[in-house]
């Protein structure tokens, strides 16, 4: 029996669970998501009002989106950004679940790194395509040493997506509840919002229906761990 499974998924979707209930409330929905690939119909991460940017500051520290002004240049004194880029600020959504598991690991310093060995923190936030201010690197353009954990693809493949609820329903992409992680997969999606056991459901596995859906769904059911203890990373639609 895998006790720490329930509250594991939902430390893990915590954040994306409070980015689906401000667009709920705001009628704004920004997500995190691939393009020109594949998986471009979906949304790696959902993000919320305190997922921080390449630039270092966090969404509320940026111009607020709304229909009539798609202005979100970082409003913080000093600061070149003139768009908010998410920047994935956690070992598990790159997939390195072993990261956190080292004795001097430290999960508020984390930051997305260059191939250069720098943090995003350390290119300059504006122009693309972000060269290094570290002295004396001469890295000329932010490349991310690590890929998504729901699509394999790299930071710069990615993208950060502003859209009004209007905009999504007419996209044909979910709005409101059906937003939430694993909304297609009740049983999953009652864990990550509440993190209490079901004793049917002790990995994702065993969510998932005995027949494959008929219809393409907003998850990618692939594991970012190399054991079952560890939950799967939906994408939302």
Known sequence: MNKDFAKKTKALFDSEVVAVKEAISTGIYVSYRPTGTKYERQDCLRVSSAGRCFCSHLLKDHNKFSATSRNTACTQPGCSCRRFLFAPGRPEDFGEFWLPKRRDFNREAYRMKCKCKHTHEEHVPYPSPFRCSARPCNCLA????????????????????????????????????????????????????????????????????????????????????????????????
């Open 142 to 237: 932010f490349s991310s040493a690590s890929i998504c954990a729901a699509c394999d693809q790299r930071w710069e493949q990615h993208d950060t997506i502003f859209e009004t609820e209007e905009e999504r329903k007419n996209a044909g992409r979910q709005i409101r509840e059906d937003w939430y992680p694993f909304s297609e997969l009740p049983a999953m999606r009652d864990i990550a919002l509440t993190g209490e056991g079901n004793p049917q459901v002790e990995r994702l596995t065993d969510a998932l229906p005995i027949q494959p859906l008929s219809q393409p769904t907003s998850s990618t059911s692939r594991p970012t761990n190399e054991t079952n203890n560890t939950p799967f990373r939906p994408s939302g639609q």
